[in-house]
């Protein structure tokens, strides 16, 4: 490799301490190599479909043959009178799930983890789990159920609308509400997903070295302060490596919720990106405006995800790269 | 585990205050699903006029009849539910094989080339080239029709990778010297060490996984042509889903107790496989076992 | 930051590598005439997961019969035609069709569902055969007596000029649709109730024919305790989410046009919802809404409670399909056996004319790729097979099976289906591939209930009365970009304006975003595709029939 050793004498030195570290890695590469292998053929080889942004072009119509669009498509949606609309209802609906869902399964761990009776806290796990596996279309018309109002004077709403009425007695519409629509989409979620969010911080409080707890015993901390100095800590990393990546989907809303929960009184707050994408690229068939917009999306996780990064490291956490 | 003598009247409200909320959280969230298992037995005339009830009116099993009437659907059910639970377990091995190789992989902080390979995954994540490429792909490769095409394109998950990633960076790191002292391999330490102690996150992440392969029903409706080789969510979708139009053009919607049966069905099975698992999640004592 | 130098450098290198690869390597499945069963592979859509193969006795009733067929036609042996039908379920089937077209890899015939942008490209494109000249296709020795004109595809020449038209596109017809009820739209009433109130003296009709009709029955229903229950507890109209269903019916009765009508003082092609009939619909619900006679909570009540405020007996009028009055008077007999459901098609405008908004007549449509159908020869064949298709006996196979296994005749000739899943599973789903556009056909089965008879005869009458769209043979591009966010706009303004959250000059408003988030292109885009039809022009004049002419409001 070195034509002229002389004059290539530093870098080798470094080369080669390179080489040996590497040869000394060799399997380390060789476990890494499936799943490289896998990443390069079915996540970096169909990237190529980003071009699709760029041109018209529809399924069927040779890709090669499409026309090159340049960046119209991006152009339009940007300068589209909605894109201040989705995205300040993308933000509000992520904002919220982030402040008040995001803790939620964090603290539901720690709560499981303080109970002692092994039967009874297995018990409560397996119940938490269960909303998971409910699909959105059953807790969707679970939801109607419960917060329908009356249809006339003489007949009852859902059972939450008619209790809050009859506690502040204004009967407002949480359904067809702008702002309540979004604590009703708060709450579905927080329902559905954080007994199944408990999951990874209980593996996490799993690893925690017992001697600790043993020692904070003799010294005679109450379980308040094992709480505090000794569990958060533990998991600390997971808390932080969790909310890295939660911070990568931040433009992600999901659209099967809203679309089942929207109607013509709260539509303007609840379109956000993904039911746009969804109504253009999969009902109107139109792939290159809806890649564009993904692309968007994933640009703006991008930045999202690596700055989180940096803040976590920047807080002397671990961070995830 | 660990022998608590000497309770303190905080423990004690501590103790009464946890058990309390999460009783009632716990209700909270199963109310719901007991109210769809309710339904399922109930007939239609109550579930379309009555509001919510934890007690079937007039309970009847003619929704699972159906389900399971063998000269009708009850074959088709059954065969795909075979279908299914091969699929999910040959595809958890899989995934948790490849998440685990590669994840091990990068756990070592000074390996050369880890930044490149972190970012490949972080570029993937953020970045998909979308359904057509990826059949196209999936065709080219020859597993368009094939169960290969609902366990091999979704081999690892970038984001479980990283958070597995994260369980193997936190192992003590004296164990892998100990035992690379002793001689073994980075592939032996991984497979003899690393693994058995991770067996808690392993546990989760085979959750994930197979929950993930158990409810996955597009990747079927897309790479499988047969309806003969249908898993079962996607078997059980399509009876609650559609709307069967009859020789007069007219539509007739499917029942709500048969909905609400089809999501018992679907559902307990896989609920089935967390309490064998739940021991593993206590394994947080192994650590120290070792380690002591 | 070179790592992402070197990524981006991978992913445009296996781009290019596999976008080449993209093109190459399909398979072809050509029909081969010359075997003695040849075999025709059909995509079409699927209701159920075990839908019928080649072990179904009806499957190879069906087969033999297209083998004599084609025998007889072609003057060849055929022992029978091999159906070949990939079946998929209809919750999928756009994204099953976007990647067959997308991986450019065809059956021999598939149908299409949504006439969307890709769709439309392709049939631009030339990717499907163009058959428009082959329906009325003649040749003299087809000539008999069942066949005096001698068409070479005598089912296909009944297909209705109207509906292919409507799925068209420039003109030019790629596909062979799936025949469906075109009146399919109704109001279904209770009619206990009005015969109760008429008894009262409140009503003097059983049944009502106009529009004050309906005014006074809505009236009525709110205010006169129609179920006798001595409560005020009951309300005119249920409507839900879907307004759409009540309103752009009511908007017809009283003389919107159907989607796209000419305003000639503007001298342009508007949309219904600028029109004056239209707006006086909304009004007209305006003040039902106001006045209580339509339930308070329609803009936010779920569509699948549309049925249960009907069989609860809160509301008392639905008007959508007709076909909910089958079904709700099914349900309705376990509830209340004293109510009585009834159905009408439309009411009129006093004595005017009635007017009936139509469906489109179509539910998708089979095209023929030419990468799967080669030859004209081969194109003959498969369109000869989907003649035969539309046959009586073919479509009598389809709809109820094989006559004394799968059902049997009453004395009316009527169909009995002898309803056993392990039955019923031979040709469940056939109907879902099967055309039927040479209908109607004789066999049908007898009715569930007095209601299914007279939903029958709505579909009958209102076929004379539809109010046809004048656009739907048309596109426009702009729609197929930003259709549905479109649509959403109006949609919005619609229920707000009969709820009295906006006021006229509110949904004046609207309607001009509409036009601004490129509403004036759709309209832009629709007349000048009706202006580029040659079929429009007569005497080398544009002409635009009196029947599209609307006043608008806005």
Known sequence: ?321 | MISIKRKGLGDIIMDIVVYIVLTILAILMVIPFVYVIAASFATETDIVSSPIFLFPPHPTVDAYKQIFDMSGMGATVLRSLCISIGVTVIGTIVNLFFTATMAYGLSRSNLIGKKFFLNMVLFTMVFGGGMIPTFLLVKGLGMYDSYAALIIPGAISAYNMLIVRNFFMELPSGLEEAASIDGCTDIGIFAKIALPLSLPCLATFGLFYAVGHWNNYFGALLYLNNQDKYPFQLVLRNMVMLTTEDTNGDEELPKESLKMAVIVVGTVPILCVYPFLQKHFAAGVMVGAIKG | ?554
């Not at chain 1, 308040?224 to 490596?241: D, E, G, H, N, S």
């Open chain 3, 1 to 554: 930051m070179k790592n992402w130098k070197r990524i981006s450098m991978l992913v445009l290198a296996t781009g290019l590598a596999a976008s080449s690869l993209a093109g190459c390597g399909e398979t072809k499945k050509p029909i081969d005439l010359n075997s003695k069963t040849p075999s025709i592979e059909v995509m079409t859509s699927a209701n159920k997961t075990n839908s019928p193969g080649q072990e179904s006795p009806v499957v190879q009733a069906i087969e033999k019969h297209l083998g004599e067929a084609m025998s007889e036609k072609y003057g060849k042996q055929y022992d029978k035609v091999i159906l070949d039908i990939q079946w998929v379920v209809s919750t999928a089937y756009g994204e099953k069709v976007t990647a067959a077209l997308g991986a450019n890899e065809y059956p021999n015939v598939m149908l299409v569902t949504a006439r969307n942008s890709s769709i439309i490209q392709n049939s631009k494109h030339g990717t499907f055969w163009d058959i428009t000249d082959y329906f009325q296709k003649k040749d003299d020795k087809f000539k008999s007596e069942e066949n005096p004109e001698g068409y070479v595809y005598p089912e296909l020449a009944k297909a209705n000029p109207v509906i292919n038209k409507n799925i068209s596109v420039d003109g030019r017809i790629s596909g062979i649709y799936r025949a469906r009820t075109i009146g399919r739209q109704g109001m279904t009433y209770r009619r206990d109730w009005v015969e109760n109130l008429h008894k009262k003296g409140v009503l003097d009709f059983d049944e009502p024919k106009t529009l004050d009709d309906l005014d006074a029955m809505m009236k009525a229903f709110t205010e006169n305790d129609p179920d006798g229950n001595g409560k005020k507890d009951t309300y005119g109209m249920i409507v839900t989410t879907f307004l759409d269903g009540p309103l752009n019916n009511l908007a017809i009765w009283m003389g919107s046009p159907n989607e796209w009508g000419y305003d000639e003082e503007a001298g342009e092609w508007k949309p219904w919802f600028m029109s004056e009939g239209y707006f006086d619909a909304m009004t007209k619900m305006r003040e039902w809404y106001q006045a209580k006679y339509i339930n308070k909570n329609m803009a936010t009540m779920d569509a699948n409670d549309w049925d249960s405020e009907f069989l609860n007996g809160y509301g008392g009028i639905q008007i959508d399909v007709a076909d909910r009055a089958r079904r709700n008077a099914t349900n309705i007999a376990e509830k209340n056996p004293n109510a009585v459901v009834d159905v009408i098609g439309y009411v009129t405008d006093g004595d005017a004319d009635p007017r009936v908004l139509p469906t489109t007549g179509y539910m998708g449509y089979y095209v023929l790729p030419h990468q799967t159908v080669e030859t004209e020869e081969e194109l003959d064949f498969v369109l000869s097979v989907l003649d035969e298709c539309n046959s009586e006996e073919v479509v009598d196979l389809c709809n109820y099976g094989i006559e004394g296994t799968h059902y049997t005749l009453d004395e009316n000739g009527k169909a009995k289906i002898i309803s056993e899943d392990s039955l019923t599973k031979d040709y469940q789903d056939l109907n879902q591939f099967s055309m039927g556009l040479a209908g109607p056909y004789q066999l049908t089965t007898a009715y569930a209930n007095k209601a299914a008879e007279k939903v029958q005869q709505v579909y009958d009458e209102n076929e004379q009365w539809a109010v046809m769209n004048p656009m739907a043979p048309y596109t426009s591009d702009s729609y197929a970009m930003s259709g549905t966010q479109l649509d959403a706009i109006i949609a919005e303004a619609k229920t707000n304006y009969i709820i009295g959250n906006l006021d006229e000059a509110g949904y004046k408003k609207a309607i001009d975003q509409w036009l601004k988030m490129d509403g004036d292109l759709v309209c832009q885009d629709y007349t000048e595709a009706y202006e580029n039809d040659k079929s429009n022009y007569k005497d080398g004049k544009l002409y635009i029939p009196e029947t599209s002419k609307y006043k608008f409001r806005f």
């Open chain 1, 1 to 321: 490799m070195a034509k002229n050793a002389a004059a290539v004498a530093a870098p080798t030195a470094k080369k080669s301490k390179k080489w040996v570290q590497i040869k000394r890695d060799k399997w380390m590469y060789a476990l890494l190599l499936p799943g490289t292998l896998y990443f390069i053929i079915f996540k970096i080889i169909p990237l190529w479909g980003i071009f699709i942004s760029m041109k018209t072009y529809y399924a069927g119509v040779d890709f090669m043959e499409a026309d090159w669009v340049g960046l119209s498509n991006f152009i339009k949606f940007f300068s589209s009178t909605s894109f201040i609309m989705l995205l300040k209802n993308t933000l509000i609906i992520s904002a919220m799930n982030i402040v008040f869902f995001f803790p939620l399964p964090i603290i539901l761990a720690l709560l499981l983890n303080e109970i002692r009776l092994q039967w009874y806290k297995k018990a409560l796990q397996t119940l938490v789990y269960v909303p998971h596996f409910v699909s959105m279309v059953v807790i969707a018309s679970i939801t109607f159920m419960l917060l329908k109002e009356s249809s006339n004077d003489a007949q009852s709403g859902g059972a939450i609308f008619e209790l809050v009425k009859r506690i502040n007695g204004t009967g407002e519409s949480w359904l067809g509400g702008k702002v309540a629509i979004y604590w009703v989409l708060l709450f579905q979620n927080i329902w559905k997903e954080s007994g199944w969010g408990t999951i990874i911080f209980l593996a996490a409080l799993a690893g925690v070295d017992v001697e600790q707890y043993e020692a904070a015993i003799v010294d005679g901390a109450s379980r308040l302060q094992q709480l505090i100095y000794i569990t958060v800590p533990a998991i600390m990393t997971t808390v932080v490596t969790m909310f890295i990546l939660r911070m990568g989907s931040v433009l992600d809303t999901g659209y099967e919720q809203l679309i089942l929960m929207q109607n013509s009184l709260n539509k303007s707050s609840t379109d956000t990106f993904d039911t746009y994408v969804y109504n253009i690229g999969r009902v109107d068939g139109n792939y290159g405006y809806s890649t564009a917009v993904g692309l968007f999306k994933s640009i703006v996780s991008l930045i999202c995800i690596q700055s989180a990064n940096r803040l976590a490291k920047h807080a002397g956490q671990a961070g995830l790269f």
